[in-house]
């Protein structure tokens, strides 16, 4: 087959025919807004045809610079820290926190391991010694955990926290201690003999079995020791811990256990101790003093009696307290077991790690299925590994999501007619989106944006179901170009007719999310810079790259090759014949004719002193006969929109030489133009649609006074797994949490004593603040170091009283005494610091039970070196540490009378444990008025804050709805502003903004009926709803603004042209949101996958019913109006004649009109008209490098100019 000459080369002997007059005349305002953007569509015009005609060099560039950024991703770095990624940028806690890494470092004292244990049987009682022995089993078998790493066993003894290791003179008693020294676990074990089995030191004596917890009885290894080393200090100390006869002394839960010591209560007796009795009001560690464990922080679910004696519990809970990863390396560094193995604070996290991980499997699989108790085992690491698995990206559902996203393209861009067909396209389209979302994370990285959970589990999933929505709409457009363009204007006349659409919705977008980034929380603020910065990459590669794929697919239908499979040629082939613009005289259409589709001669006129437009087109009605039309021959009047005025019935050309099914005819638009319009624009429709949005505004109204507050870590944990159900178990029993009030450098505490008081009084009465029990000391270390004074002050009376402490001496006294002795001579005085006349005169504490300034930073060096189990009960951690000082009683120097001052405090803080925090209500009461004790205190001069995980993690509640709020009402001024800029046409913006405040509203109402809390993800969510929403708005919106006609007729139009890209786009959302729904996290399921595909329904709903309906009755008007003969500026056109057409340019228009001239098809049977050249058929024109008429013009009102003529 001969290649057909190009198109616009005409035969020779071609003259064109007489032009008479032209009946109709279009006449349109001349205002700035349609100029305006008719401007800007000019540039978009003239960026296509530049991509068209280098499409090839754009495409290669293109997808070279997107694949170089995509690289970017090798250097991302994900972040799973959870005060990194939840702790507000900026805001006081931030501050706070970071005054607390800065003067104690970054680390907690110590790491917890927690066994909670509840019935199988629902509201089963626990307080028995069955219940208790496998309690006792499943803790044994944890702390029995050994890992080897590095060559080396590690044990529970090793890696443990102690707290309060004293300092022993005597070498051998220092070493024993070392070993004996028990860890700190805080279990109900413990008010029994088998609390001692969890404990694993061992020492060893001549002449004595090993000394373990199980057989150690402190008062009695004394009284054995005593003669052989001076022990007098140590014994001292242990009175004052009160460690008595330490775990030999409490009844046994078995007493036929054979290893029950004879100091056991119910050895003789052998009868099982009353297990509710002993656990009412907590137990003791070995110090009966300083290691008290409260009842709360055993039982949990408990019942009490009319005189509230405890009756039983439902839940038993053990906590196990490690070191930090710092603190085991500064234990072992320099030690002989780990000199050879180049021992690191790495190595030190990986044993913990491995530690806690083998910790939490032995723990769960320890007592037997059948068994009628349950474990549950948790630790920091088990944490840590959940946020890391929910930060992975699950690579099948990746390539899952964008398989079906590609399936889903190319099935609904295939066609039956392969000349129309652009399967090719949307396979090409997703695979681009796809690059550029991989690029835009790749730039994210690049610019030192931290990857999250939010970001690898949900954004590639959402940024394609966005990006592929503008891909849809760039390829119905292309298909529906108006008859007769230039095939090298083709990608200009799309870019030009969809541009507008795709800038103001990418711009909303990026918007969107940038606004969405006002949300403090650091892990939504990385997604939402990164959502928007993935949607200006999807954008860039839908404007400059895309464009370049159609252009090429545009040559492949025209070289009549196969879709997708572009090797074969198309076995589809019509005749198109052209015409050449001639008169018909009297002849009639030529039989065969079916169907005259034409942009033929029309004429466009400005006039200097006018300030209209004036279009002159032919007579289509007279060409065409309309088929039967539900909307009435309105929708093929001549002159539709400012788009497309010059044709306005492509794509109803009919094939005659290749007929297609009719099933195959069917489609979107033709569904919206002949189903959906007419029955949406009918009045009682539209009032049906009124009520029904309505009800639902205010049925969302309701549902939105049903959002709670909150995030749980149950929400986000997959249900169903052991973690699941132990931060169930933890929430429902023991709802405890540790916290602390720090009180910080600025001010003097010495002489704020008072002060200090008050603020703890104060923060004790709190609601949420757990009280001591009356037996207990306070819990704070200005009380712990008071009593301490008292203590040693009693001492010094007692021994001045019976002379063995006298002015010159102090050794026959007491410990205790001499060290009163030693401060109360201190003057605080540099050049005079001893004064032995004070020993008389002054007290440690004075009668309203506060130390004397002057002595108090003497005496916190004297008690921190003196009383560490006091200290580390206090829980301190003083900044700076006061210096050490070793007390020798038997110093003759005189030296040791020299105590070294504290550095005044920058950082103390008072311990407490806040309860029956289970909403988030209550921790924002507890926040509340932790923050107004501590307002109070700043008023009296002391500078305090609360520092724990309630203030970390949700003092974002007090003020997340005034920021969604905030961030809400910009953005929908910034849409309002973006619109009106674009549209130029702020009542059109309006009702866009109207139209998304409603989404948004019915969306957080729908959440309410969910069951969905509100917290900084939802915000996020709620945030981009509104420029998501442009998405399914905007286009209609712009549809019916460029539309002539009456409102319904616009309406109409508007659906017609949109309705089936916005139904792909909204479909291709979903298809990426439904892997989503595949995710192990209910997390993702509930607040992305559930949340994101009630906004699409919405947008969807809103976009193609409520918005069509409120333009048909409120819309703007149009910008072009339409004018008939009875414009007295438009000459009267003579009547056609009978039996003939006739078309062509009146010879008495004025001069000053605009001439534009433009082939004609007719799809025909032969034979031929006479002066046709027949070649064969394509549904595009010819590609050709040859110059166009030079008479050609645009077909919309815009200024642009004509594409270079090369290829």
């Given amino acids: 087959m001969a290649r057909p000459p190009p198109l616009g080369e005409l035969p020779p002997g071609y003259t064109p025919p007489v032009q008479p007059a032209a009946p109709q005349i279009l006449v349109g305002s001349l205002k700035a807004p349609l100029w305006l953007r008719a401007y800007f569509q000019s540039l978009l015009f003239s960026l296509g045809c530049g991509i068209q005609r280098h499409c090839g060099k754009v495409l290669f560039l293109g997808l070279l610079a997107f694949g170089a950024l995509a690289l970017g991703l090798r250097v991302a770095i994900i972040e799973t820290d959870l005060e990194q990624l939840w702790v507000e940028?900026?805001?006081?806690?931030?501050?706070?926190?970071?005054?607390?890494?800065?003067?104690?470092?970054?680390?907690?004292?110590?790491?917890?391991?927690?066994?909670?244990?509840?019935?199988?049987?629902?509201?089963?009682?626990?307080?028995?010694?069955?219940?208790?022995?496998?309690?006792?089993?499943?803790?044994?078998?944890?702390?029995?955990?050994?890992?080897?790493?590095?060559?080396?066993?590690?044990?529970?003894?090793?890696?443990?926290?102690?707290?309060?290791?004293?300092l022993i003179e005597n070498g051998m008693i220092e070493r024993m201690i070392e070993k004996l020294f028990p860890c700190v676990i805080l279990t109900p074990l413990d008010c029994f003999w088998?609390?001692?089995?969890?404990?694993?030191?061992?020492?060893?004596?001549?002449?004595?079995?090993?000394?373990?917890?199980?057989?150690?009885?402190?008062?009695?290894?004394?009284?054995?020791?005593?003669?052989?080393?001076?022990?007098?200090?140590?014994?001292?100390?242990?009175?004052?811990?009160?460690?008595?006869?330490?775990?030999?002394?409490?009844?046994?839960?078995?007493?036929?256990?054979?290893?029950?010591?004879?100091?056991?209560?119910?050895?003789?007796?052998?009868?099982?101790?009353?297990?509710?009795?002993?656990?009412?009001?907590?137990?003791?560690?070995?110090?009966?003093?300083?290691?008290?464990?409260?009842?709360?922080?055993?039982?949990?679910?408990?019942?009490?009696?009319?005189?509230?004696?405890?009756?039983?519990?439902?839940?038993?809970?053990?906590?196990?307290?490690?070191?930090?990863?710092?603190?085991?390396?500064?234990?072992?560094?320099?030690?002989?077991?780990?000199?050879?193995?180049?021992?690191s604070e790495e190595q030190a996290g990986t044993v913990l790690q491995a530690w806690q991980r083998r910790f939490v499997q032995l723990a769960q699989e320890a007592l037997p299925g059948n068994a009628s108790q349950q474990i549950h085992a948790f630790s920091s690491t088990t944490l840590d590994d959940i946020l890391h698995a929910f930060s992975e990206v699950s690579a099948a559902r990746v390539v899952g999501g964008y398989l079906l996203m590609l399936a889903y393209a190319c099935v609904t861009m295939l066609r039956w007619d392969c000349a129309r067909s652009q399967g090719a396209v949307g396979l090409a389209g997703v695979l681009l989106v796809a690059l550029a979302v991989a690029s835009g994370l790749g730039l994210c990285a690049l610019l030192g944006i931290a990857f999250n959970a939010a970001t690898t589990q949900v954004l590639p999933f959402l940024a394609l179901g966005i990006g592929v929505d503008d891909i849809f709409l760039l390829a119905h457009a292309f298909t529906e170009a108006p008859p007769g363009t230039p095939l090298q204007e083709r990608t200009g006349e799309c870019l030009q007719r969809t541009g507008t659409s795709v800038t103001l919705t990418s711009v909303n977008n990026m918007v969107a999310f940038f606004m969405a980034a006002l949300v403090p929380i650091p892990a939504l603020r990385a997604f939402s810079l990164q959502a928007a910065i993935v949607v200006g990459c999807n954008f860039a590669a839908v404007m400059l790259v895309f464009p370049a794929v159609l252009s090429l697919d545009l040559h492949r239908r025209h070289c009549q090759r196969l879709d997708v499979l572009c090797c074969f040629s198309s076995p589809c082939s019509a005749r198109v014949i052209q015409i050449l613009p001639q008169e018909l005289e009297d002849r009639t259409v030529p039989v065969g004719i079916a169907h005259l589709t034409a942009t033929v001669q029309a004429f466009a006129h400005c006039e200097a002193n006018s300030q209209h437009v004036v279009t002159i087109l032919p007579p289509q009605a007279h060409l065409v006969p309309p088929p039967s039309d539900p909307l009435g021959s309105e929708l093929f009047s001549p002159g539709g929109s400012t788009r497309d005025l010059l044709g306005q019935e492509e794509g109803t050309r009919q094939k005659a030489a290749c007929k297609s099914l009719p099933c195959a005819r069917w489609n979107l638009a033709h569904f919206a133009r002949y189903h959906f319009a007419p029955l949406l624009l009918q009045s009682h429709t539209k009032a049906m649609v009124l009520v029904l949005f309505g009800a639902l505004l205010g049925l969302s109204l309701y549902g939105a006074t049903l959002v709670q507050d909150g995030l749980a870590l149950t929400d986000v944990v997959p249900r169903g797994t052991k973690e699941h159900a132990f931060l169930?178990?933890?929430?429902?029993?023991?709802?405890?949490?540790?916290?602390?009030?720090?009180?910080?450098?600025?001010?003097?505490?010495?002489?704020?004593?008072?002060?200090?008081?008050?603020?703890?009084?104060?923060?004790?009465?709190?609601?949420?603040?757990?009280?001591?029990?009356?037996?207990?000391?306070?819990?704070?270390?200005?009380?712990?170091?008071?009593?301490?004074?008292?203590?040693?002050?009693?001492?010094?009376?007692?021994?001045?009283?019976?002379?063995?402490?006298?002015?010159?001496?102090?050794?026959?006294?007491?410990?205790?005494?001499?060290?009163?002795?030693?401060?109360?001579?201190?003057?605080?005085?540099?050049?005079?610091?001893?004064?032995?006349?004070?020993?008389?005169?002054?007290?440690?504490?004075?009668?309203?039970?506060?130390?004397?300034?002057?002595?108090?930073?003497?005496?916190?060096?004297?008690?921190?070196?003196?009383?560490?189990?006091?200290?580390?009960?206090?829980?301190?951690?003083?900044?700076?540490?006061?210096?050490?000082?070793?007390?020798?009683?038997?110093?003759?120097?005189?030296?040791?009378?020299?105590?070294?001052?504290?550095?005044?405090?920058?950082?103390?803080?008072?311990?407490?444990?806040?309860?029956?925090?289970?909403?988030?209500?209550?921790?924002?009461?507890?926040?509340?008025?932790?923050?107004?004790?501590?307002?109070?205190?700043?008023?009296?001069?002391?500078?305090?804050?609360?520092?724990?995980?309630?203030?970390?993690?949700?003092?974002?509640?007090?003020?997340?709805?005034?920021?969604?709020?905030?961030?809400?009402?910009?953005?929908?001024?910034?849409?309002?502003?973006?619109?009106?800029?674009?549209?130029?046409?702020?009542?059109?913006?309006?009702?866009?903004?109207?139209?998304?405040?409603?989404?948004?509203?019915?969306?957080?109402?729908?959440?309410?009926?969910?069951?969905?809390?509100?917290?900084?993800?939802?915000?996020?969510?709620?945030?981009?709803?509104?420029?998501?929403?442009?998405?399914?708005?905007?286009?209609?919106?712009?549809?019916?603004?460029?539309?002539?006609?009456?409102?319904?007729?616009?309406?109409?139009?508007?659906?017609?042209?949109?309705?089936?890209?916005?139904?792909?786009?909204?479909?291709?959302?979903?298809?990426?949101?439904?892997?989503?729904?595949?995710?192990?996290?209910?997390?993702?399921?509930?607040?992305?996958?559930?949340?994101?595909?009630?906004?699409?329904?919405?947008?969807?709903?809103?976009?193609?019913?409520?918005?069509?309906?409120?333009?048909?009755?409120?819309?703007?008007?149009?910008?072009?109006?339409?004018?008939?003969?009875?414009?007295?500026?438009?000459?009267?056109?003579?009547?056609?004649?009978?039996?003939?057409?006739?078309?062509?340019?009146?010879?008495?228009?004025?001069?000053?009109?605009?001439?534009?001239?433009?082939?004609?098809?007719?799809?025909?049977?032969?034979?031929?008209?006479?002066?046709?050249?027949?070649?064969?058929?394509?549904?595009?024109?010819?590609?050709?490098?040859?110059?166009?008429?030079?008479?050609?013009s645009s077909s919309n009102l815009s200024s642009r100019g004509l594409c270079p003529t090369t290829g």
């Fill in 89 to 166: 940028v900026g805001s006081r806690v931030s501050q706070e926190l970071h005054y607390t890494k800065e003067k104690l470092g970054e680390e907690a004292a110590y790491t917890s391991q927690m066994l909670i244990q509840t019935p199988r049987q629902e509201g089963e009682n626990v307080l028995t010694p069955e219940a208790l022995g496998l309690h006792l089993q499943a803790a044994l078998t944890a702390s029995k955990v050994q890992v080897s790493l590095y060559g080396k066993s590690w044990d529970l003894n090793k890696i443990c926290y102690k707290s309060g290791v004293p």
């Fill in 728 to 1192: 169930s178990a933890q929430l429902r029993y023991f709802s405890l949490y540790e916290v602390a009030l720090v009180t910080q450098g600025g001010f003097d505490y010495a002489h704020s004593q008072r002060a200090l008081f008050d603020l703890h009084q104060r923060f004790s009465s709190l609601k949420a603040v757990l009280p001591p029990p009356a037996t207990q000391a306070p819990r704070t270390w200005l009380h712990y170091y008071r009593n301490w004074l008292q203590g040693i002050q009693a001492a010094f009376d007692q021994d001045w009283a019976s002379g063995r402490i006298t002015r010159h001496s102090y050794r026959n006294g007491s410990e205790d005494g001499a060290l009163a002795y030693k401060l109360l001579i201190q003057t605080g005085d540099v050049q005079e610091p001893l004064d032995f006349s004070q020993l008389t005169t002054r007290k440690l504490v004075d009668k309203e039970g506060l130390i004397p300034p002057e002595l108090f930073y003497l005496g916190l060096t004297v008690w921190v070196s003196s009383d560490p189990l006091g200290l580390a009960a206090s829980q301190a951690n003083f900044y700076p540490p006061p210096p050490e000082w070793l007390h020798d009683k038997y110093d003759t120097t005189g030296e040791n009378l020299r105590i070294p001052a504290a550095q005044p405090l920058e950082f103390a803080q008072f311990p407490f444990l806040l309860h029956g925090l289970q909403k988030t209500a209550d921790f924002v009461e507890a926040i509340k008025g932790a923050r107004a004790a501590c307002a109070e205190a700043g008023r009296a001069g002391v500078r305090a804050y609360p520092s724990g995980s309630p203030f970390l993690f949700w003092e974002q509640y007090l003020g997340l709805r005034h920021c969604f709020l905030l961030a809400v009402c910009i953005l929908l001024v910034c849409t309002f502003l973006v619109c009106a800029l674009l549209l130029l046409n702020p009542w059109t913006a309006g009702l866009i903004v109207l139209v998304l405040a409603m989404m948004t509203v019915e969306l957080f109402g729908i959440m309410g009926f969910l069951g969905i809390k509100l917290s900084a993800i939802p915000v996020v969510i709620l945030v981009a709803s509104v420029g998501i929403g442009v998405e399914f708005t905007v286009h209609v919106a712009l549809g019916f603004l460029t539309t002539q006609g009456s409102r319904n007729l616009r309406a109409a139009r508007a659906l017609e042209h949109t309705f089936a890209p916005v139904t792909d786009g909204a479909v291709s959302t979903l298809l990426g949101l439904l892997m989503l729904a595949g995710s192990n996290f209910d997390f993702i399921i509930r607040y992305f996958f559930v949340v994101l595909t009630v906004l699409t329904l919405l947008g969807l709903l809103h976009g193609l019913v409520l918005l069509p309906v409120l333009l048909s009755i409120l819309g703007p008007p149009p910008e072009v109006v339409q004018l008939y003969k009875e414009s007295p500026e438009v000459l009267s056109p003579p009547a056609p004649r009978v039996g003939g057409l006739r078309w062509g340019m009146s010879p008495t228009l004025p001069q000053s009109f605009a001439r534009v001239t433009t082939s004609m098809t007719v799809a025909l049977h032969p034979p031929p008209l006479p002066g046709a050249y027949i070649h064969p058929a394509s549904d595009e024109p010819t590609w050709s490098p040859a110059a166009i008429p030079a008479a050609s």
């Fill in 194 to 343: 088998e609390g001692a089995k969890l404990q694993g030191g061992s020492a060893y004596l001549p002449g004595r079995p090993d000394i373990q917890w199980t057989n150690l009885d402190p008062e009695q290894l004394l009284e054995e020791l005593g003669p052989f080393a001076s022990l007098e200090g140590f014994r001292e100390l242990l009175d004052k811990a009160q460690v008595g006869q330490a775990y030999v002394g409490r009844p046994c839960l078995h007493p036929d256990d054979l290893h029950c010591p004879p100091s056991a209560p119910n050895h003789h007796s052998r009868q099982p101790p009353n297990v509710a009795q002993e656990l009412s009001g907590g137990c003791h560690g070995f110090s009966h003093k300083f290691m008290h464990w409260q009842e709360e922080l055993l039982l949990g679910g408990t019942a009490r009696g009319s005189q509230g004696q405890l009756l039983r519990a439902e839940a038993l809970q053990s906590t196990f307290l490690l070191m930090s990863p710092r603190q085991l390396y500064e234990h072992f560094r320099g030690d002989y077991q780990t000199h050879d193995i180049g021992w």
